[in-house]
């Protein structure tokens, strides 16, 4: 895979001798790739990613995989901060109010078996936006198909049902909290944030299901 290199100004180096360890997916929400390529080359916007992929399924860099991309913001995962330092951003093309695309999501898999292969990132440490910072971020939204990932090995399965859980907020924060979600939120936007990424279908309030889908369950590689 060789995608299109169309640089950025908005890096700069990884701090503290970091390398990716994570990979965090995003959606542009703009009206089309080009646009969203502009911003994230516009020194005046101050973001970028290191790559994006079109709704027909062009790839762009625009910037190097060993630099530190604007992308992220403030979160963090597993207790990390600096999400920028130990990640890998991609952008998709998409306005989050319809679904991905088949050659979006066919670069976007063979992407992350080169990324993940390149940097020895395992399947849990590919995260979306929203999952590292709950409740200011929404992408890449409810309309991204994380089981197909799930199903290929490029992002870590949902739990496997435990011994009856109890329906407590703090069971469900423990558990949250086991797969690196930062628990500093309202219950309400932790519980958004991990039925955006296991449970889009999700409604109401806490149930089993909840705590089902976000345990760390025996098939995790």
């Given at each position: 895979?060789?995608?299109?290199?169309?640089?950025?100004?908005?890096?700069?180096?990884?701090?503290?001798?970091?390398?990716?360890?994570?990979?965090?997916?995003?959606?542009?929400?703009?009206?089309?790739?080009?646009?969203?390529?502009?911003?994230?080359?516009?020194?005046?916007?101050?973001?970028?990613?290191?790559?994006?992929?079109?709704?027909?399924?062009?790839?762009?860099?625009?910037?190097?995989?060993?630099?530190?991309?604007?992308?992220?913001?403030?979160?963090?995962?597993?207790?990390?901060?600096?999400?920028?330092?130990?990640?890998?951003?991609?952008?998709?093309?998409?306005t989050g109010a319809?679904?991905?695309?088949?050659?979006?999501?066919?670069?976007?898999?063979?992407?992350?078996?080169?990324?993940?292969?390149?940097?020895?990132i395992h399947a849990?440490?590919?995260?979306?936006?929203?999952?590292?910072?709950?409740?200011?971020?929404?992408?890449?939204?409810?309309?991204?198909?994380?089981?197909?990932?799930?199903?290929?090995?490029?992002?870590?399965?949902?739990?496997?049902?435990?011994?009856?859980?109890?329906?407590?907020?703090?069971?469900?924060?423990?558990?949250?909290?086991?797969?690196?979600?930062?628990?500093?939120?309202?219950?309400?936007?932790?519980?958004?944030?991990?039925?955006?990424?296991?449970?889009p279908w999700g409604?109401?309030?806490?149930?089993?299901?909840?705590?089902?889908?976000?345990?760390?369950?025996?098939?995790?590689?």
């Amino acid at each position: 895979m060789t995608p299109i290199w169309h640089p950025s100004p908005n890096f700069g180096p990884r701090r503290d001798g970091l390398q990716p360890t994570l990979v965090v997916l995003h959606y542009t929400a703009m009206g089309d790739a080009e646009s969203a390529l502009r911003r994230l080359c516009d020194p005046a916007a101050e973001v970028s990613a290191h790559y994006l992929i079109g709704n027909d399924g062009c790839l762009w860099q625009m910037v190097r995989e060993q630099d530190r991309a604007w992308h992220a913001g403030a979160g963090t995962w597993c207790g990390m901060e600096d999400i920028n330092s130990r990640s890998i951003g991609i952008e998709l093309d998409n306005t989050g109010a319809h679904p991905f695309s088949e050659p979006q999501m066919a670069t976007l898999e063979e992407l992350l078996v080169s990324l993940m292969n390149r940097w020895a990132i395992h399947a849990e440490g590919v995260i979306g936006h929203s999952d590292m910072a709950p409740g200011r971020k929404i992408d890449p939204g409810l309309r991204f198909d994380w089981q197909r990932l799930e199903r290929q090995g490029l992002a870590a399965p949902r739990g496997t049902p435990p011994a009856q859980d109890p329906e407590t907020m703090d069971r469900f924060r423990a558990l949250a909290q086991q797969r690196g979600y930062g628990t500093d939120v309202p219950d309400e936007t932790l519980l958004a944030a991990t039925r955006a990424r296991y449970r889009p279908w999700g409604t109401g309030p806490l149930d089993q299901a909840d705590l089902v889908a976000v345990s760390v369950g025996s098939g995790r590689t």
